[in-house]
């Protein structure tokens, strides 16, 4: 035999070998209980409270509080831009602090008060801020808006406790709602409407910087 032959028939012994030993791994032997290939995935219970009503759920490790609050609880308003934390559309308030929704775990989230574009106002009472958005004209296809809408109003209360930003030249001051101040602590929000400046006279209206 030629050693191209040998070559090609030792080739055919590793395949046919090797297709084997993958069928012996995969196929349970006549008696025994077939494992899963896919494992039930593990579930907990988390109990948090979503614009003033209690809910108890039972959920994936896994899920998100994005998820949790669209998928579980048909709260859409809170919207999925990148869910990789990069664009802010998911923003909402967590024990009045706001956070990107995509990023954490709903579980993480037990006996938290959590507040979405759907608890700020009403039809019939708009949250002053969501007011101002309409007046401003602060938005166009509307996709970053509640998530918008959600960091404005954490940032208004983050000033007036006096939480200091990068846009400080003197980090001990007391932050006021400047211009500057307010791009910058926007600047997790990305609206690819471009709809910055309006945003901005929006703010600056709520806060009491402008009339
Ligand atoms: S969807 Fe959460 S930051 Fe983009
Ligand atoms: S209004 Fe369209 S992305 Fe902001």
Do not use: W
Request: glycine share 8%; charged share 20%; with cysteine.
């Amino acid at each position: 035999m030629d050693d191209d032959r040998k070559l090609e028939l030792s080739r055919r012994g590793l395949l046919v070998g090797s297709a084997a030993a993958a069928a012996a791994t995969a196929v349970p032997s006549a008696g025994t209980q077939a494992t899963p290939l896919r494992p039930n995935p593990a579930t907990m219970p988390v109990s948090f409270e979503v614009n003033g009503t209690r809910y108890d759920l039972d959920l994936d490790t896994r899920t998100t509080l994005l998820d949790a609050l669209r998928e579980h609880l048909k709260l859409t308003g809170t919207k999925k831009g990148c869910d990789h934390g990069q664009c802010g559309a998911c923003t909402v308030l967590v024990n009045g602090e706001r956070i990107n929704a995509c990023l954490s775990l709903a579980v993480q989230h037990s006996g938290d008060a959590v507040t979405t574009i759907e608890g700020l106002g009403t039809i019939e009472q708009l949250h002053p801020m969501q007011a101002a958005f309409i007046k401003h004209d602060s938005y166009q296809c509307g996709y970053c808006t509640p998530g918008q809408i959600c960091s404005a109003v954490a940032v208004l209360d983050e000033i007036k406790r006096g939480v200091p930003s990068h846009a400080q030249v003197d980090i001990a001051a007391r932050p006021d709602p400047s211009d500057a101040e307010l791009r910058e602590r926007m600047s997790g929000n990305i609206c690819r409407c471009g709809a910055y400046s309006n945003i901005v006279e929006a703010m600056a209206e709520v806060a009491g910087a402008r009339t």
